[in-house]
């Protein structure tokens, strides 16, 4: 959510999720992705949301350099 508005998805369609030093990176196929910042999450730690996507979307989170 942001100030322009509510974005809203279902997370089994999230393909991949990439990880960088300050993003994570929501992949839904080759022409459709969402970038977030870590720095701006919310409601427990970086580890936390990545073991909640593990989970959520059942494919690990892949570090990119």
Known sequence: ETEV????????????VAETRDYFVFLFSANHAQIYDKTHLTGGTTEQFKAF?????????????
């Open 5 to 16: 508005g509510k974005s809203e998805f279902a997370y089994e369609k999230i393909v991949t």
């Open 53 to 65: 996507i593990r989970e959520t979307v059942g494919a690990d989170v892949v570090f990119v350099k």
